[in-house]
């Protein structure tokens, strides 16, 4: 019963720093995307994807890059990491139905 | 484009008290519409969902019912307890797979 898993659960990075979250589901989902969540903003959506090799801008996309090259796996990429990107982000995956949420990976940029 | 209000927390109730969080929303066609909960340390999780005009959701005890002519999706349950506290999260999801969600409220049930 994996479901959507996160990895790291936890990074501190500095300024300028480069990182990858990655972002794994076995439920055979063609809908994977990924938010990031802010106190008293919600979640926003930054990327997310319809299929291998099909990616798209969400609502907050700046400073981020993801790709898509199987259906199981969507990394979400920070090239330069900045402090505003202080945040705890989440994966998605889902059909026509619910979105299933991995548990969150937060991040620090000092 | 597309978005979601909802109130406003924290929400604080005590034990067996009655619950509404108000949820409103802006779009085009015909969204489905989510209420999703959010337990301290984990992701979120799907609460209920209606996915046309009138529909009621319902999931634990918690309703909802999908209303076109106000744009609303109220969340309520009759009687909280200690383990309802949560974030709670109202989405839409529009023809593409996109969900956007409104920007949470925090609900404290006291014993």
């Known amino acids: 019963n994996a479901g959507v898993t996160q990895t790291p659960k936890f990074q501190v990075l500095k300024t300028g720093q480069s990182m990858t979250l990655q972002c794994a589901q076995d439920m055979n989902h063609e809908y994977m995307s990924w938010y990031r969540q802010d106190p008293g903003m919600g979640l926003r959506l930054i990327h997310y994807s319809v299929g291998a090799g099909i990616t798209d801008q969400g609502e907050v996309p700046n400073g981020y890059n993801v790709s898509r090259s199987t259906t199981e796996d969507f990394p979400l990429r920070l090239l330069s990491a900045a402090p505003s990107q202080t945040s705890v982000y989440f994966c998605?995956?889902?059909?026509?139905?619910?979105?299933?949420f991995g548990e969150g990976s937060r991040l620090t940029v000092l | 484009g597309n978005s979601v209000t909802q109130m406003e927390g924290p929400v604080t109730l005590s034990e067996e008290a009655f619950l509404t969080i108000n949820c409103t929303y802006t779009?085009?066609?015909?969204?489905?519409l989510f209420w999703y909960v959010q337990y301290p340390g984990e992701g979120l999780q799907l609460l209920l969902k209606a996915t046309k005009a009138d529909d009621k959701g319902s999931n634990k005890g918690f309703e909802a019912t999908y209303r076109k002519e106000t744009t609303s999706f109220h969340l309520e349950k009759g009687s909280v307890q200690v383990s309802d506290s949560a974030v709670y999260f109202c989405?839409?999801?529009?023809?593409?797979?996109?969900?956007?969600f409104g920007s949470g409220t925090r609900l404290l049930v006291r014993p």
């Open positions: 989405a839409l999801r529009d023809s593409s797979y996109k969900l956007i």
């Open positions: 998605a995956s889902g059909n026509t139905g619910e979105l299933f």
């Open positions: 779009a085009t066609g015909y969204p489905s």
